[in-house]
């Protein structure tokens, strides 16, 4: 039976994000950013289970039509990560994503509920239901956008990043990406030119050891990401990217000095992916015990230890992930509720060519 405890997300000041510079979070911050791991653990969760369709780990049937839209990357094992480096962000910072960002945009501060809707394509969904998992954006919170083409996130927040300077701004940029992005032109691109103008944007490699279905190692020459960084004059740090505190610490001061006008930063967490490429997909390609060596390492596991270790009871901490499946179980029923586009909306955000009439 889950605690009769209704939580409301923990989140930073928009304009001033509390942070001690080299110091451990305190427990107070460690629940808050347990909580966050937790809804994006639950939102995962929900999200496989109607991707495929059936009975979800909430309780809410679909029959056995797949309510999802679409192709579904999750994020599971790579909350630490996103909750982390989003915890030292304001509103008014930007973030690009990838096809792997439902982590990002809810650390980041996007409505659940609506994030939801637009995995399942309707209406009311961030996008109207036409983007779904791998376009989600939304401008209010500073979620620029996901991506479904690997690394093309990068010189979209490093364009951000410049529009920053030209409009004398004080905030920053932030991109997330894959250790798939290594290996393409945007991610050196990128790096160059932030690292000329001296943008303020902060890389971030969420390196999962996996490229889709083939080992990175066994495609990418070199010492990785940060060594990548350091070679374009870009400073880096290198961070285990299951452990929150670590990342939280790491992160904050990246942003600091990147906030201050030091110029661009890389952060390179090292994490593990729980689930296949796709949420279909059940990653035959893998070696059981590398999966469950990994799971022993899950990042809330390790984030509950720590705040057992900081005197948080062990009620308080289950709380937080009631709190979070009842969220999430909420925004299953309002999504299949919510309406459907209308058939007019395809003619809608379609590019106007000024003449009034279609091309073929």
């Known amino acids: ?112 509920e609506r994030m939801m809707h637009e995995l399942f394509g309707r209406a009311s969904g961030f996008c109207g239901g036409k983007g779904g998992s791998m376009h989600i954006a939304d401008f209010s919170v500073g979620m620029l956008g996901a991506n479904g083409v690997v690394a093309a996130g990068i010189p979209i927040a490093v364009g951000a990043a410049q529009s920053m300077r030209v409009q004398g701004r004080d905030a920053i940029a932030v991109t997330f990406f894959g250790d798939g992005a290594l290996n393409r032109g945007p991610f050196a691109e990128g790096l160059n030119w932030a690292a000329a103008f001296e943008l303020p944007v902060l890389f971030v490699c969420e390196d999962n050891r996996w490229s889709a279905t083939t080992r990175t190692e066994a495609m ?13 004059g870009v400073p880096a740090l290198e961070v285990d990217g299951m452990d929150v505190a670590a990342v939280w610490q790491a992160a904050g001061e990246l942003v600091a000095r990147v906030r201050a006008g030091d110029g661009p930063r890389l952060l390179h967490a090292l994490t593990y992916r729980f689930k296949g490429h796709v949420s279909v997909d059940p990653a035959a390609y893998r070696d059981p015990r590398e999966l469950a060596a990994a799971m022993n390492d899950d990042p809330l596991l390790l984030a509950q230890g720590r705040l057992r ?52």
Not at 325 to 341: D, F, T
Request: net charge negative.
């Open 1 to 112: 039976m889950a605690p009769a405890l209704s939580l409301v997300p923990i989140r930073l000041s928009d304009d001033h994000p509390e942070m001690t510079d080299d110091s451990q979070p305190d427990a107070d911050r460690l629940l808050g950013l347990y909580h966050t791991m937790c809804r994006i653990r639950a939102f995962e969760d929900a999200a496989e289970e109607a991707s495929r369709g059936g009975v979800s780990a909430f309780g809410q049937t679909s029959g056995t039509r797949a309510q999802v839209r679409g192709p579904l990357h999750l994020s599971t094992g790579q909350e630490a990560v996103a909750t982390g480096v989003c915890a030292h962000l304001r509103r008014d910072d930007w973030l690009t994503s990838t096809h792997r960002g439902h982590g990002h945009t809810i650390a980041k501060g996007a409505n659940l």
């Open 220 to 232: 990418s020459a070199g010492e990785g990401a940060a060594a990548r960084a350091r070679g374009f």
């Open 309 to 360: 270790e900081l005197g948080v009871g062990a009620e308080m901490i289950e709380a937080r992930m009631w709190a979070a499946r009842e969220e999430v179980a909420a925004a299953l029923a309002s999504a299949e509720a919510a309406p459907w586009p209308a058939a007019s909306a395809a003619f809608e955000d379609v590019q106007d060519t000024g003449s009034g009439r279609w091309f073929s």
